[in-house]
Nanobody
Framework: QMQLLESGGGLVQLGGSLRLSCTASGSIFSIYTMGWYRHAPGKQRELVANIPSGENAYYADSVKGRFTISRDNTKNTVYLQMNSLKPEDTAVYYC??????????WGQGTQVTVSS
């Protein structure tokens, strides 16, 4: 199981941008599908995007065209570039890693707040 450490959250105005980073340790990063979930008050946790190693990324419909997920296997890091942010993007964002046969790995979460 990996240890995941997120950074990059914060407060931003409507239409602004943020980049989240998640650095992994403790396992072979390149074999994991890495992703970002978010959890807003009163809502269910939502998969925002994920990216298998060497394959196409998946995006939730609510973020398509605005968010971009990427990974750098040489740095054991996954990124989430968030542009054109909306108040409904406000949530705690969690880094996630999964691979067949191992427990899922979760970060501690980073708060993203978009003000109108």
């Amino acid at each position: 199981q990996m240890q995941l450490l997120e950074s990059g959250g914060g407060l931003v105005q409507l239409g602004g941008s943020l980049r989240l980073s998640c650095t992994a340790s403790g396992s072979i990063f390149s074999i994991y599908t890495m992703g970002w979930y978010r959890h807003a008050p009163g809502k269910q946790r939502e998969l925002v995007a994920n990216i298998p190693s060497g394959e196409n990324a998946y995006y939730a419909d609510s973020v398509k065209g605005r968010f971009t997920i990427s990974r750098d296997n040489t740095k054991n890091t996954v990124y989430l570039q968030m542009n054109s942010l909306k108040p409904e993007d406000t949530a705690v964002y969690y880094c996630h890693g999964r691979v067949v046969g191992m427990p899922d790995s979760w970060g501690q979460g980073t708060q993203v707040t978009v003000s109108s």
